[in-house]
Protein backbone atom coordinates (compact mmCIF):
# COMPACT_ATOMS: atom_id res chain seq x y z
CA UNK A 1 0.00 0.00 0.00
CA UNK A 2 1.41 3.41 -1.05
CA UNK A 3 1.76 6.30 1.74
CA UNK A 4 -0.39 8.34 -0.48
CA UNK A 5 -3.25 6.48 -1.51
CA UNK A 6 -3.66 8.44 -5.36
CA UNK A 7 -6.05 7.29 -8.12
CA UNK A 8 -2.95 7.81 -10.54
CA UNK A 9 -1.47 10.59 -11.74
CA UNK A 10 -3.95 13.07 -14.10
CA UNK A 11 -2.95 16.51 -13.69
CA UNK A 12 0.38 17.85 -15.74
CA UNK A 13 0.86 21.75 -16.05
CA UNK A 14 2.54 23.03 -18.90
CA UNK A 15 4.08 26.74 -19.27
CA UNK A 16 3.41 27.66 -22.57
CA UNK A 17 3.73 31.22 -24.69
CA UNK A 18 0.58 31.38 -26.96
CA UNK A 19 -2.05 30.33 -25.07
CA UNK A 20 -4.72 30.36 -28.00
CA UNK A 21 -2.21 28.49 -30.13
CA UNK A 22 -1.77 25.93 -27.31
CA UNK A 23 -5.37 25.52 -26.46
CA UNK A 24 -6.45 25.16 -30.05
CA UNK A 25 -3.60 22.18 -30.55
CA UNK A 26 -5.07 20.22 -27.34
CA UNK A 27 -8.31 20.50 -28.10
CA UNK A 28 -8.42 20.31 -32.00
CA UNK A 29 -5.85 17.43 -32.07
CA UNK A 30 -6.35 15.61 -28.97
CA UNK A 31 -10.31 16.75 -28.24
CA UNK A 32 -9.84 17.78 -25.40
CA UNK A 33 -12.31 20.44 -23.85
CA UNK A 34 -11.79 23.96 -21.77
CA UNK A 35 -13.30 23.10 -18.17
CA UNK A 36 -11.82 26.58 -16.32
CA UNK A 37 -10.82 29.82 -17.99
CA UNK A 38 -10.39 31.99 -15.48
CA UNK A 39 -8.03 34.86 -17.11
CA UNK A 40 -6.34 35.27 -20.91
CA UNK A 41 -2.72 33.66 -18.99
CA UNK A 42 -4.96 29.84 -18.04
CA UNK A 43 -6.53 27.56 -19.16
CA UNK A 44 -7.68 24.40 -17.97
CA UNK A 45 -8.69 21.22 -20.18
CA UNK A 46 -9.84 17.88 -19.68
CA UNK A 47 -10.33 14.63 -22.04
CA UNK A 48 -12.75 13.23 -19.02
CA UNK A 49 -10.79 11.61 -16.29
CA UNK A 50 -7.56 13.91 -16.39
CA UNK A 51 -6.63 17.38 -16.44
CA UNK A 52 -3.94 19.51 -18.67
CA UNK A 53 -3.48 23.07 -17.31
CA UNK A 54 -1.73 25.75 -19.20
CA UNK A 55 -0.40 28.81 -17.76
CA UNK A 56 1.13 31.45 -20.02
CA UNK A 57 5.21 32.24 -19.53
CA UNK A 58 6.90 34.92 -20.74
CA UNK A 59 10.21 33.79 -20.51
CA UNK A 60 10.13 30.45 -21.69
CA UNK A 61 13.44 29.68 -23.82
CA UNK A 62 12.58 29.25 -27.63
CA UNK A 63 12.24 25.42 -27.00
CA UNK A 64 12.94 23.07 -24.50
CA UNK A 65 16.20 21.81 -24.35
CA UNK A 66 17.42 17.85 -24.57
CA UNK A 67 17.71 18.16 -20.62
CA UNK A 68 14.69 19.79 -19.77
CA UNK A 69 13.52 18.60 -16.60
CA UNK A 70 9.96 17.36 -18.54
CA UNK A 71 10.29 14.46 -21.18
CA UNK A 72 6.95 14.05 -22.32
CA UNK A 73 3.36 14.10 -22.01
CA UNK A 74 1.21 11.29 -23.43
CA UNK A 75 -1.84 10.78 -24.51
CA UNK A 76 -3.33 6.53 -24.62
CA UNK A 77 -5.09 5.29 -27.59
CA UNK A 78 -7.12 2.10 -28.16
CA UNK A 79 -5.51 0.34 -30.51
CA UNK A 80 -1.16 -0.27 -32.62
CA UNK A 81 -3.57 1.33 -35.33
CA UNK A 82 -4.63 4.31 -33.41
CA UNK A 83 -1.28 5.36 -33.38
CA UNK A 84 -0.57 5.28 -37.12
CA UNK A 85 -4.21 7.15 -37.56
CA UNK A 86 -2.57 9.69 -35.07
CA UNK A 87 0.91 10.23 -36.64
CA UNK A 88 -0.74 10.69 -40.13
CA UNK A 89 -2.92 12.97 -39.04
CA UNK A 90 -0.50 15.03 -37.33
CA UNK A 91 1.35 15.40 -40.44
CA UNK A 92 -1.46 16.37 -42.12
CA UNK A 93 -1.56 19.66 -39.89
CA UNK A 94 2.23 19.92 -40.47
CA UNK A 95 2.39 18.99 -37.13
CA UNK A 96 6.58 18.42 -35.91
CA UNK A 97 7.07 13.97 -35.79
CA UNK A 98 9.84 13.53 -32.99
CA UNK A 99 9.88 9.99 -33.83
CA UNK A 100 8.07 8.10 -36.07
CA UNK A 101 5.31 5.66 -35.35
CA UNK A 102 6.59 2.10 -33.89
CA UNK A 103 5.85 -1.01 -32.09
CA UNK A 104 7.99 -1.97 -28.92
CA UNK A 105 9.21 -5.39 -28.09
CA UNK A 106 6.69 -5.13 -25.69
CA UNK A 107 3.44 -5.08 -27.53
CA UNK A 108 3.00 -1.27 -26.61
CA UNK A 109 3.22 1.40 -30.39
CA UNK A 110 4.08 5.01 -30.05
CA UNK A 111 4.72 8.16 -31.68
CA UNK A 112 5.84 11.48 -30.48
CA UNK A 113 5.73 14.85 -31.78
CA UNK A 114 5.90 18.37 -30.67
CA UNK A 115 3.28 21.01 -29.22
CA UNK A 116 3.77 24.44 -30.36
CA UNK A 117 6.06 25.75 -27.31
CA UNK A 118 8.39 22.09 -27.89
CA UNK A 119 6.80 19.83 -25.28
CA UNK A 120 7.42 16.85 -26.48
CA UNK A 121 3.39 14.41 -26.54
CA UNK A 122 3.57 11.16 -26.96
CA UNK A 123 0.70 9.03 -28.65
CA UNK A 124 0.65 5.58 -27.12
CA UNK A 125 -0.36 2.37 -27.16
CA UNK A 126 -0.40 0.36 -24.25
CA UNK A 127 -2.30 -3.03 -23.74
CA UNK A 128 -2.22 -3.46 -20.39
CA UNK A 129 -3.66 0.48 -19.66
CA UNK A 130 -5.16 1.63 -23.12
CA UNK A 131 -7.99 0.26 -22.35
CA UNK A 132 -8.68 1.27 -19.08
CA UNK A 133 -11.37 3.27 -17.64
CA UNK A 134 -11.50 5.61 -14.62
CA UNK A 135 -14.27 4.87 -12.42
CA UNK A 136 -15.52 6.06 -8.80
Do not use: K
Amino acid sequence: MSAIPTTGLRHVALRVRDLVRARAFYVDLFGMRAVWEPDPENCYLTSGCDNLALHVSRDLPPAPGPNEALDHIGFLVESREAVWAAAATLRAHGVPIVTEARDHRDGSSSVYCSDPDGHVVQVLYEPTVSGLRFTR
